[in-house]
């Protein structure tokens, strides 16, 4: 008897009624001093600069053409929201959830990602070089048409994951098991891992190919 492939689907940012905000900075530095939620704004062309605190969570915000700026909190979370066009590049996140967002033709290059949660998240369209995932448990996220190139993914947990489309030249798997994971319509070459990571991992027959020095054989015609 054949056993069907679990089939499972990201749940969408749900979002309510919102108004036009101005003010970024000022807004979150106002709700974390206030220890309230950021809920229903729409922000454009707006910049989060240097901000610190205990804790925020931001609910229902939709977000075009922002830029982000580092933050030291202590916990933030981001939930049903949608970044568009939006610059990321270079931020630290650390203990940062993520849940139920889309993040549409936005800029992270070098983003560190640390210690934190993805889940129900899509990725479309994204500038991705050099990013950096640590410690971090992806659960429901879905990369499409991505440029990934030389990512580092570490001790990461994927328990619901898809990569369709994406460019992961020269990516780097350390502790982090693809096993299940389907990568057939990626770009994967030069990748650096462990057999014992690679093993269970979907590929065509040319990848494998490309892949052939991680198992210490040539092929000759």
């Not at 689907?9 to 919102?18: C, H």
Request: hydrophobic share 45%.
């Amino acid at each position: 008897m054949k056993v069907l492939a679990e089939k499972w689907k990201i749940n969408p940012p749900v979002l309510q009624e919102m108004e036009d905000a101005y003010g970024l900075t000022m807004l979150v530095e106002d709700a974390i001093s206030d220890g309230e939620d950021l809920r229903s704004k729409h922000f454009v062309d707006e910049q989060l600069d240097f901000v610190d605190g205990q804790a925020l969570d931001i609910v229902g915000c939709v977000f075009e053409r922002c830029t982000f700026g580092e933050m030291d909190l202590k916990r933030i979370s981001f939930v049903d929201c949608v970044f568009e066009k939006c610059e990321w590049s270079n931020v630290r996140l650390a203990s940062v959830t993520f849940q139920r967002v889309k993040f549409v033709n936005c800029r992270m290059t070098g983003l560190e990602f640390l210690r934190g949660v993805l889940m129900n998240a899509a990725f479309e369209g994204c500038m991705m070089d050099y990013i950096s995932l640590s410690e971090t448990r992806l659960d429901r996220a879905v990369f499409s048409h991505c440029r990934m190139r030389e990512s580092l993914w570490s001790e990461v947990r994927m328990p619901k994951i898809r990569f369709e489309s994406c460019d992961t030249t020269k990516a780097q798997w350390m502790r982090t098991p693809l096993t299940g994971i389907d990568l057939s319509s990626c770009i994967i070459e030069g990748w650096t891992i462990s057999l014992f990571d690679l093993r269970g991992v979907k590929l065509t027959s040319a990848q494998v190919i490309s892949l052939s020095g991680l198992l210490g054989v040539e092929i000759v015609d």
